[in-house]
């Protein structure tokens, strides 16, 4: 990214160069002087007003910090569409049915948007719609696999496209605590499995079972860190088990190439290689937790090294890696702590926000327009 230093720098030299240049075309010296004092006048203009402009800025800004994560070579709108995902706005107010002796996320409501007059406008996201939902996951399996946070992740998913009183038989099943759950939907040709992998090593030993037996969904969301958290506490060893994961599924891709030279297409979104999404952990409120234990060793310390373990593994898009960024963490944190009752699981709406991030992220990926 340009730094002001860099930006006053490359005006000097515009200030001192353009009109040198331009004497070199035989403009007489008065010329070269008002040239250059009228780009001065200009640049100095620009300098000062930019900051009232921030739109302007933005725009500046996520283009050149896009420009600076992406490892395509090519940078189009697209990647800096990826890049502006998570600009998300929230609006928490009392709700009408205020009861004042219950302080708790349920007396406020909440809704989230993109963030208006921002550089996010032009990527056009949407809150997609069942309807838009059944057209970009028509004939696909979908599987989310993880901790409790991953199980709110489907249940969000699936409550984009269920009707309300299927969504009430699921979520009684989906909440049986420890266990995997599948779902078919014949009218859409879609099936989703939700996987309990509270720790890496599961979601580990659960691509090896893909690579060994050849198949894999179309659409992979994963995640993990609280429970390794709370009952191994090691950041460096919870990186190392991120790096094998990380390995683990680079020895599954190459398969996928193999099967769309086959010409197996089995949804609308497997084009070539499943898509691999990341759900990062959510912002824990330390004095919100519901335990001793939880509090003594879940400390924001340890959340910034669980952290920069993630980001040390190289597992991310953005970083070289593989798996999209669906970042509850920021997400968490924006809605605040009125969307959270034990300061780790939030309110639905706080996943749901993801689920529109993914899709919207499938959207661009799959150039599909609706
Ligand atoms: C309710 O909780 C919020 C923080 O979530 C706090 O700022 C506020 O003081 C609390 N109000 C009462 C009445 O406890
Ligand atoms: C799903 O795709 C099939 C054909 O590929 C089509 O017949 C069906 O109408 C689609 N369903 C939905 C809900 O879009
Ligand atoms: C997940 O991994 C842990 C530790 O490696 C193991 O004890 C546990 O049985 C695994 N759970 C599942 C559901 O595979
Ligand atoms: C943390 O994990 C690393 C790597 O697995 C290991 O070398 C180290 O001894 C562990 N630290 C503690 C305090 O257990």
């Known amino acids: 990214m340009l730094g002001p230093v860099q930006l006053g720098l490359l005006a000097a030299c515009v200030v001192l160069f353009v009109p040198m240049g331009m004497a070199g075309w035989h403009l007489s010296r008065n010329k070269v002087l008002f040239f250059g004092g009228a780009l001065f006048i ?10 009232y402009f921030p739109s302007v800025f933005d725009f500046v ?17 697209r990647d800096s569409c990826v890049s502006l995902l998570h600009e998300i706005d929230w609006e928490v107010k009392p709700s ?15 809704v989230w948007s993109w963030r208006r007059y921002s550089s996010a406008d032009s990527c056009e996201f949407q809150k997609l719609k069942r309807h838009d ?46 266990s995997n759950y599948h779902i078919v939907f014949d009218e859409m040709g879609m099936k989703l499995d939700f996987i309990w992998a509270p720790y890496t090593t599961n979601l580990t030993n659960l691509v090896m079972d893909f690579e060994q037996n050849r198949v894999y969904p179309d659409l992979l969301v994963m995640g993990s860190g609280l429970w390794h958290m709370l009952h191994i506490t090691n950041a460096s060893d919870y990186g190392d088990s991120l ?24 949804g609308s ?16 409120v330390n004095s919100m937790l519901n335990t001793p234990e939880k509090r003594e060793k879940m400390t924001n310390s340890m959340c910034g090294e669980y952290e920069r373990g993630l980001h040390d593994s190289n597992m991310l898009r953005q970083f070289g890696g593989l798996l999209q960024l669906v970042d509850i963490g920021s997400l968490s944190w924006s809605c605040g702590t009125r969307c959270t009752e034990d300061g780790m699981h939030y309110d639905g709406v706080v996943y749901e926000a993801g689920v529109h991030i993914m899709l919207n992220a499938l959207l661009i990926e799959s150039h599909q327009k609706l």
């Open 61 to 77: 800004t996520s283009v050149s910090s896009s420009s600076s994560i992406s490892v395509n070579v090519v940078v189009d709108g």
């Open 269 to 284: 979104v497997s084009v070539r290689s499943p898509h691999l999404f990341w759900l990062a952990m959510p912002t824990l």
């Open 243 to 266: 790096r094998l994961l990380r390995s683990s599924l680079t020895s599954l891709l190459p398969i996928s190439s193999d099967f769309s030279t086959n010409g197996q297409v089995i």
């Open 96 to 110: 009408r049915v205020f009861d004042p002796s219950n302080n708790n996320s349920m007396n406020y409501e909440k």
């Open 42 to 51: 200009t640049l100095a203009v620009v300098v000062h007003l930019t900051p």
């Open 133 to 178: 939902i059944m057209d970009l996951l028509n004939g696909s399996w979908v599987m989310v696999a993880g901790d409790s946070q991953a199980r709110i992740f489907a249940l969000s998913l699936l409550s984009l496209v269920l009707d309300s009183e299927r969504l009430e038989y699921v979520r009684g099943s989906l909440f049986k605590r420890h």
